[in-house]
């Protein structure tokens, strides 16, 4: 299924597909641009963008407004 089931029926004969990145131990609270991401952490958002088929255009990497940015 590419969408999820509406009926829980349904949804309790559904196996999950995990599918493992590798990570990155880097803080990212600091980070303005998505270039200066670490290369694993860029890879997962263009990966993200790939299952969903949308852009994804703001990152954030904390809680405060300010490390919100817009991904270009």
Do not use: H
């Not at 600091?30 to 255009?57: D, M, Q």
């Amino acid at each position: 299924m590419d969408y999820p089931p509406e009926l829980t029926e349904d949804l309790s004969e559904c196996t999950p597909v995990y599918e493992d990145l590798p990570g990155w131990e880097n803080d990212l609270t600091e980070i303005k641009a998505f270039e200066e991401l670490p290369e694993n952490a860029r890879n997962y958002v263009k990966r993200l963008e790939e299952l969903l088929k949308v852009p994804i255009n703001y990152i954030s990497v904390g809680p405060g407004r300010a490390q919100t940015f817009k991904k270009e």
